[in-house]
């Protein structure tokens, strides 16, 4: 196990996020989950649902958010998400005033650490590795699903 595994071990929010993940992957659906906590309380979870909802709006990070609910305020939240957010889902983040996000992994696919930190988002990244290999197995398996999901 490495430092950022046993981190992440640690964190129940991020756990959440990585179960979310491998739901959707037992699902035929794209593995990204994402989860919102308080305070290290997790408020909801949820998963990419493209392929299970047909939604192409629905990434990890949204679906969490959709499921969380209205929230008076997320500035002592913080959103934790298995991949790197794109930028629909930083868009989402820096509108809501999210603070922090805790990544599990940017080296399958780099996000956009750059306009969130422009914007004042504290961004973490785990580099766990077991986030890096179920991206990279399903990129391998599914590179007509994952190109459609980041619209390449
Ligand atoms: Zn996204």
Redesign the pocket.
Known sequence: MTTSDAQAAQDPAFEAAYQAAQKSLREGGIPIGAALARGGVVIASGHNERVQNGDPIA????SALRAAGRQKSYRDTTLYTTLA??????GTIIQFKIPRVVVGEARTFGGEFELLRSRGVEVIVLDDQRCVDMMRTFQEENPELWAEDIAE
């Open positions: 990434h990890g990070e949204m957010p794109c930028a629909m889902c930083t």
